[in-house]
């Protein structure tokens, strides 16, 4: 063999040697996990107990948006889900956990929770949990058990869902950015929704709990109007969401029915400056769920 062949044969051959070391020292989990947009197929979405993908699955025992708690009007900015405590409980769609908080034990709110990133603009977050079963930086598919219910700064077991949007620091929970669970999950059309309007200019309505997909509420009377987002209200912050007023928009949440399927809700102005003669609700998509006028 001559020497330039010779010569050839060796820069090749440390050439693979050097790409197969590179290869070797790469440890992929050290890397940033990201999950484009685009690789992201919503229509994967399960829900986190049943881990089923047919509608309403889980049982929803409180709804996103305006209820009702034994302590007073609340905003909820997320949805909860029953099931006793030690169900396992499973990431909606793949991604990684970016952030997890072990409660301490005696303070209300999340308790044990945790946060997976599913893209560069989406995120879940599991509140209230009895055991995680997952450490920041792990990636988790739809099969992989992440942690089980509890009832960790809480009064019953259940599992608080929440849904992000557009998180500035993924790996801080922020609900000013919380969307409603039911954008990525199935659910069934909420059918008719139930109204009256009463003579005080009150209206009342009956909602589904287990579909609530409304997002906004707009009062009219004449060339009046009044309207409050659900997404414009959450976007306030902890404090001023749980205003019972919304965007000149009063707002009174009721108990759910015994059967967990249904609660009022009544909306009337704030300051009753005009009486309403019509009301129209819409979803998160801007479709019209309700366009009812006073007869």
């Given at each position: 063999m001559n020497l330039q062949i010779q010569g050839v044969l060796i820069v090749a051959i440390l050439l693979v040697v050097a790409l197969s070391g590179c290869e070797e020292g790469r440890t992929p989990t050290s890397e940033p996990y990201q999950l484009p947009e685009r690789t992201l197929d919503i229509s994967q979405a399960q829900w986190p107990l049943s881990r089923d993908q047919e509608p309403n699955s889980d049982i929803s025992y409180a709804q996103y948006g305006p209820r009702f708690l034994p302590g007073g009007y609340d905003f909820h900015a997320g949805i909860d889900l029953y099931a006793p405590t030690g169900t396992n409980i499973y990431s909606v769609l793949p991604g990684e956990v970016v952030q997890r908080a072990e409660w301490d034990g005696q303070s209300t709110g999340a308790g044990n929770a945790i946060t997976i990133k599913h893209?560069?603009?989406?995120?879940?977050?599991?509140?209230?949990?009895?055991?995680?079963?997952?450490?920041?930086?792990?990636?988790?598919?739809?099969?992989?058990?992440?942690?089980?219910?509890?009832?960790?700064?809480?009064?019953?077991?259940?599992?608080?869902?929440?849904?992000?949007?557009?998180?500035?620091?993924?790996?801080?929970?922020?609900?000013?950015?919380?969307?409603?669970?039911?954008?990525?999950?199935?659910?069934?059309?909420?059918?008719?929704?139930?109204?009256?309007?009463?003579?005080?200019?009150?209206?009342?309505?009956?909602?589904?709990?287990?579909?609530?997909?409304?997002?906004?509420?707009?009062?009219?009377?004449?060339?009046?109007?009044?309207?409050?987002?659900?997404?414009?209200?959450?976007?306030?912050?902890?404090?001023?969401?749980?205003?019972?007023?919304?965007?000149?928009?009063?707002?009174?949440?009721?108990?759910?029915?015994?059967?967990?399927?249904?609660?009022?809700?009544?909306?009337?102005?704030?300051?009753?400056?005009?009486?309403?003669?019509?009301?129209?609700?819409?979803?998160?998509?801007g479709e019209v769920l309700l366009d009812a006028s006073k007869e």
């Open positions: 893209s560069d603009s989406l995120a879940t977050s599991y509140l209230h949990l009895h055991t995680i079963n997952v450490r920041v930086g792990e990636r988790v598919g739809l099969e992989d058990v992440i942690g089980t219910v509890g009832e960790t700064g809480a009064t019953y077991p259940h599992l608080h869902l929440g849904y992000f949007v557009e998180l500035p620091n993924p790996d801080v929970r922020d609900e000013r950015f919380s969307r409603n669970p039911l954008e990525i999950l199935p659910y069934n059309d909420p059918g008719e929704i139930p109204y009256t309007f009463m003579e005080s200019g009150e209206i009342v309505l009956d909602l589904p709990l287990q579909s609530m997909t409304v997002n906004s509420v707009e009062l009219i009377a004449g060339d009046q109007s009044r309207i409050a987002d659900y997404y414009d209200i959450v976007a306030r912050g902890w404090t001023l969401r749980k205003e019972q007023v919304q965007f000149g928009i009063h707002f009174e949440a009721a108990r759910r029915t015994p059967d967990h399927m249904r609660f009022e809700l009544t909306v009337k102005p704030a300051n009753m400056d005009f009486m309403p003669e019509r009301i129209i609700l819409r979803d998160f998509n």
